[in-house]
């Protein structure tokens, strides 16, 4: 995938499991979320029977809010996981339950992106000879990476979209996320009520390897950070009576406090035809995600590739016509797009 080959770095070997990779249930972002949790004890074998407390733990706190946590119509194991949240189990038993179910398929399937297994592992799977898997230096090095700190974010933010997109049965009924700008959250309608999904800077920021859209300097999702990333509108928000859509997640782009609010920074100019481009590879991304941002850019810019792209051409000479001024920032970092 272009995603690995314009940066093969392994965050974004990691982010690709995790924006990229087959779901069916939610079992995938749990691991993750517990592998995060990973206490670096001197030793890389993580038994099944440590690991199946904090990987259980994240899926029934999600169950609590999102009862759909699987395509099928349902799972012995999440019956359990929802007997723990009813106190109809105890701790041991959810432990118990989860070393002999809960890692049946994820651990298999973990590394698997676009019917292939990526070319970075993360862990090596040891249940049958060690009763758990071993970590490798990747995942070790991969901690030490300036941008870990983003991914637990990143992970929970797609968690909840895919959760979304489930609950409102995306197959039949399409699903429209949308953006509220003074909350910065993203949000669908499901039965004319407004559900909140989730963070929209934690939700792009993986999309964009934790960089600024723009200079591609890295950016926070650290809120109280100073390189915390702001929501931009690509298409300046001034376009907004002439522009259909404005808010939508097609025109909604990270970029550092200096290129969106510095005074050499974009301000309600035009970016350039590069970042244009940039923006439809970005795109392209969501796209290739699927559920549930691939359905809301489908609808939001187009059908196929190609109407994608003259889609954004069309919006962009509109808004070249109005704000005739072109920008484009001094570039910090290598382009990724």
Same mark, same amino acid.
């Given at each position: ?94 432990? *118990?339950?989860?070393?002999?179910? #809960?890692?049946? !398929?994820?651990?298999? &399937?973990?590394? =698997?992106? +676009?019917? /292939? ?124 009576? *002439?522009?259909?859509?404005?808010? #939508?997640?097609? !025109?909604?782009?990270? &970029?550092?406090? =200096?290129? +969106?609010? /510095? ?75």
């Amino acid at each position: 995938m272009r995603f690995y080959q314009v940066e093969p770095t392994l965050e974004n070997y990691w982010r690709g499991i995790i924006l990229f990779g087959k779901n069916v249930a939610s079992y995938k972002f749990a691991l993750a979320s517990a592998l995060y949790e990973v206490k670096r004890d001197g030793s890389d074998l993580i038994l099944l029977e440590d690991l199946a407390l904090p990987y259980s733990a994240h899926i029934c706190r999600h169950l609590q809010h999102a009862p759909k946590q699987v395509t099928s119509r349902s799972s012995n194991y999440l019956a359990t996981c929802a007997q723990f949240n009813a106190s109809e189990v105890g701790l041991d038993e959810l432990r *118990s339950i989860t070393v002999r179910r #809960g890692f049946d !398929n994820v651990i298999d &399937a973990f590394h =698997n992106v +676009n019917n /292939g297994e990526i070319d970075k592992r993360f862990f090596i799977d040891e249940r049958k000879t060690h009763k758990g898997i071993r970590l490798t230096d990747n995942f070790y090095r991969l901690t030490e990476r300036l941008q870990f700190h983003n991914l637990t974010h990143e992970t929970e933010a797609r968690w909840r979209l895919v959760e979304q997109a489930w609950a409102m049965n995306v197959s039949r009924n399409l699903i429209a996320v949308e953006y509220d700008a003074q909350e910065q959250q993203l949000f669908s309608i499901a039965s004319d009520r407004r559900v909140t999904i989730t963070s929209c800077r934690d939700s792009l920021n993986g999309y964009q390897k934790g960089r600024c859209f723009y200079c591609n300097e890295s950016v926070s999702l650290q809120t109280g950070d100073a390189n915390l990333a702001d929501v931009d509108h690509f298409i300046p928000w001034l376009l907004r009576d *002439s522009v259909a859509n404005i808010n #939508g997640v097609w !025109n909604l782009v990270l &970029a550092c406090k =200096n290129c +969106n609010r /510095g005074k050499l920074g974009k301000s309600s100019h035009v970016p350039s035809m590069r970042l244009l481009k940039r923006l439809h590879a970005r795109n392209e991304y969501f796209i290739n995600s699927h559920l549930p941002l691939r359905e809301t850019l489908l609808q939001q810019t187009g059908k196929t590739e190609p109407q994608r792209r003259d889609f954004l051409n069309l919006v962009w000479n509109t808004a070249q016509q109005t704000l005739i001024h072109q920008w484009e920032p001094q570039a910090v970092g290598p382009g990724i797009f």
